[in-house]
């Protein structure tokens, strides 16, 4: 591309209503422009950035079976109503009516469309498993939209549904696409940590976020400065590290993943409870939290005497919301919406101790509390909030805290939406059963932004390779006076674009120092200069985007010298 053809946007002042640099500096180097609050035009040169990005989360999204197809922007109001989100999810969600006053709304997310499509499509769980995903606009009415493109109103999101038969099908493909998304941020040159999550509005049981480490995040993680721990603080609060590290990497080494049922933990329990106690255990990445949810606003002595039938709703984990709705009982109650403290169980001593349970206000917990075996004796003996330097509730190291941009979100859905919308299949016996879905969000226009966060410094971007909008920036000094500069840069960009490589020629004639502030602020990764003197000698000159000083290679080696 040449710069006559490709007209760099870029502007020298840094714009006063961009509050952090990543927002500051895709103004400057032109890659969008505002029309609205949070609705922003992609320039070209963004757009090849943003389709850099694409292409990373495509390919990573075909190489685990997951199929591509686009879904309509606009969905009618019937499939939200059906699912009891046109209530529930409030003034995010942006209602339209069209000209016969139907009501529609611009889609935040495509639960609804994909379920009522696969209701439609699939029939027999032979179809199964099965993954979607797309990469379209969505749009959210931000109560604060702000950060550019970072907290957008409308934006770009991949997103992917999976439908199965069964949990461990889930859980396969959950897994399939954890690792998945790890390899998109690697491959996309950034700092990242895949944290413990809150399920939010979304809702389900299980789910981890990915975060780009950054000052200007807007979450708070905590991870292990030395074990794979990593969740958002919110979720490691309520986690908390245990009193007794050591017990709980014993549990981590020996807890078997997977689902476990009621009668597996009622069996380890050996307190009786087989009848009273529907728990589920659900394994974690960080080995050995279980959820232990009991239903009904009894007391542990009742259920200890058997003297109510309680049913259990799976619960990864102590979320957020299930720490709120125990705000206000006692240590070891059973909460007033029916959610029981979530325990850290002592597998690896067989004696229930060192529980993280239930917290009495907001974001706070009890660690250290024991119950015994009998489940009555329990004791609170620590009330703390998740601080950097405490250890990691896996035993291992201690707690780093860092904020965050969520760049990515997986959710195990279970059957929130299959079963309010009736999306079953007849199972092997020909029976109906309703399908077990995940969904699975990247932010590809977010993930720009968080790129530039992680990689500038004052004179502009520094593009991650596999971002860069261009590979190479060919800059040929005086060139209207030099027909020999002139002609070694036409035929140097000629050769560079016939090996493929992604080459802005400045055919501007502009001044070296304009030329030179232009391709930094725009952050492209490798830079040749052609002038005259060094032509005499056979070289160019080149410098790396990050290097502090440019040095001289062999105008004939240079294709090499790039590879
Ligand atoms: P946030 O906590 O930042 O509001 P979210 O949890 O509401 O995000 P999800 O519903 O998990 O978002 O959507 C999947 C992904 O879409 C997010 O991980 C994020 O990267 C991206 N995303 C969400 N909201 C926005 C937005 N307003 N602007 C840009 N990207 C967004
Ligand atoms: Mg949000
Ligand atoms: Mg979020
Ligand atoms: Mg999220």
Redesign the pocket.
Known sequence: MRVSRFPLNTVKETPTDAEIVSHQLMLRAGLIRRIAA?IYTWMPLGLRVLRKVEAVVREEMNRIGCLELLMPAVQPAELWQESTRWDAYGPELLRLKDRHERDFVFG??HEEVVTDLVRREIKSYRQLPLAYYQIQT?F?D?VR?RFG?????E???K?AYSFHADQPCLQKTYDDMYRAYSAIFTRLGLDFRAVLADT???GGAHSH??HVLADSG??DIAFSTVSDYAANVELAEAVTPATRPAATAALAKRATPGVHTMDDLARFLGVGLEQTLKTLLVQGSNGGLVALCLRGDHTLNEIKAEKHPLIAQPLTFASPQAIRALVGCEAGSIGPLGLACPVLIDRAAAVLADFACGANADGFHFTGVNWGRDLAEAAVTDLRKVVAGDPSPDGHGSLRIARG?????I?QLGTKYSAAMNATVLDEAGRTQVMTMGCY???V???VAAAIEQNHDERGIAWPQAMAPFQVALLPINAGKSPEVREAAEALYAELQAAGIEVLLDDRDARPGVMFADMELVGIPHRIVIGSKGLAAGELEYKGRRDAESRPVRRDGLLDFLR
């Open positions: 949070g935040p997310t969505k959210r931000e939209p493109v970072m907290r957008a109103r934006f770009i999101m997103d939010g509005s979304i976020e990915f807007e979450d941009i969520e760049v990515g979100h959710f969000g990247i932010g226009s977010r993930i």
